[in-house]
């Protein structure tokens, strides 16, 4: 299997079944992590150097952050139904989520500073869904945290492509300090598939294919773009779902297409 293709293993003591560090990346921003959580368990965590988005992907549960109460977060039972509740949780700080239904829970983290921003609930309609794309290329896109929220260095995002479609295409990438034209990101996908047995594929490449890896991605895994373009496709009868986590040196989102595939754009 590609390094760039993670899958979930048993849970850890923090319940943590995929568990995505800066270090085991080989990279310098982005972490992720996912929590399952079953009714009535608790999970704390310190933020320590780095912010974080929690974001409750599915179930219901009680939110501590910085010392607040935040109440209760979440309700859908689907990534597939409905817009997320999340957390803002700022570095130097630490988070407590006590589950009141079974709860997957995406903990999403980058590089902050303690105390810049306060802990707040990012509710459903903080952003509006947008389409993107037509034909076979259609995506329904909503943000969660956007480079005009809030935050040090996280952007995050989810997506949802019908089945038969493409997403993240025309292939483009993120991976040059080139400020207007193009930023440099780290990217983490997190992946479902509605129904769950179905799968969808991810390639990651760069022009001189010196990087060029092709996943099989299946429900519940996580894909690496370190660098390079990035499409991803799922194939008929089978919805995708993915979480993007970006961060950078400079937390705003400027792509670069693929030359080569840029055409279609212009029909």
Sequence with gaps: MSHLHMRQSAPDALKRTLHITPESAGWEYVGFDLHKLAAGETVTVETGDREVCLVFLTGRGTVTAAGEDLGTVGERMSVFDGKPWSVYVPAGAQWTVTAETDVELAACSAPGNAGSHPPRVIAPDSHEVMVRGKGNNVRHVTDIINETDPADGLLVVEVITPAGNASSYPPHKHDRDAFPEETRLEEVYYHRLNPP???????????????????????????????????????????????????????????????????????
Excluded at 201 to 213: G, P
Excluded at 240 to 260: C, E, H, K, T
């Design 197 to 267: 047995q179905g799968f969808g594929f991810q390639r990651v490449y760069t022009d001189d294919r010196s990087l060029d890896e092709a996943m099989t991605i299946e429900d519940g895994d996580a894909t690496l773009v370190p660098r390079g373009y990035h499409p991803c496709a799922t194939v008929h009868g089978y919805d995708l779902y993915y979480l993007n986590v970006m961060a950078g040196p400079r937390r705003q989102w400027r792509f670069f297409n693929d030359p080569a595939h840029e055409w279609m754009l212009k029909d």
